[in-house]
């Protein structure tokens, strides 16, 4: 079955690092994402870690991959007030239908 | 990336009437997709536009209620007919980009047409 499931809030210290994690059913997914959403805007692609990789690293963002647990995670270093957002995960199982997490907010305490 | 731009941005409408959303992109992409993100939701796919026949629909949307035209490859509309307040969402348009070493891994999102229906 297609279900992606996220905690729904975290709250961190600004300069402290967020990890944010994401569970996934299909493990046919090549890809999976994550997106970012701030207040009143679209969806924003941060990331993506294909399916035969470990981790990727991207500035401050590390993504982690646990493909025997389906455990996918997001590591922002430095959190900084502007990475204040909703950030979803995301797997395509098939086609190019993206199935949605529900979303983590992230919210960064001063 | 893709530049894409949706209009209108947001809207308020009654009940019963249609609205028809704008989803324009900078370059032209094979695929593009509707999705829709009700209040405090996560995002679900309506459909998929294609160009030059009719849209795909995901269970639970028919055409009747979300006629989807894709004239190019570069524009695509979605009507949300007939509106009820259990339409009010957020209604965003993607792409979908060759990238990596597969094609169409990355998808881009529209900023959203927020939809309100009193």
């Known amino acids: 079955g297609e279900d992606v499931e996220q905690s729904l809030f975290l709250s961190v210290r600004e300069g402290d690092s967020s990890v944010i994690n994401c569970t996934y059913t299909?493990?046919?997914?090549?890809?999976l994402y994550w997106y970012k959403q701030e207040p009143g805007a679209g969806l924003q692609l941060l990331t993506y870690?294909?399916?035969?990789?470990d981790m990727k690293q991207d500035q401050r963002l590390t993504v982690l991959l646990n493909k025997k647990d389906k455990h996918l995670s997001l590591r922002i270093a430095d959190t900084q007030t502007g990475d204040s957002a909703i950030y979803f995960c995301?797997?395509?199982?098939?086609?190019?239908?993206?199935?949605f997490g529900s979303g983590t907010r992230l919210l960064v305490r001063p | 990336s893709a530049v894409i731009s949706q209009k209108p941005s947001r809207d308020i409408c009654q009940r019963g009437t249609s609205l028809t959303i704008q989803c324009q992109v900078d370059s032209q992409v094979t695929m593009m997709f509707w999705y829709r993100q009700q209040p405090g939701q996560s995002l679900t796919l309506i459909a998929t536009a294609n160009q030059g026949s009719e849209a795909t629909y995901e269970s639970g949307f028919v055409i009747d209620k979300f006629p989807i035209s894709r004239p190019n490859l570069t524009f695509s509309t979605l009507t949300v007919s007939n509106m009820s307040p259990e339409d009010s969402s957020i209604y965003l348009c993607?792409?979908?980009?060759?990238?990596?070493?597969?094609?169409?891994?990355?998808?881009?999102f529209g900023p959203g047409t927020r939809l309100t229906v009193l």
């Open positions: 870690i294909f399916s035969n990789m």
């Open positions: 299909d493990s046919s997914s090549t890809y």
């Open positions: 993607s792409v979908a980009l060759a990238g990596g070493k597969s094609s169409y891994n990355e998808q881009f």
């Open positions: 995301a797997e395509i199982p098939r086609g190019y239908k993206l199935i």
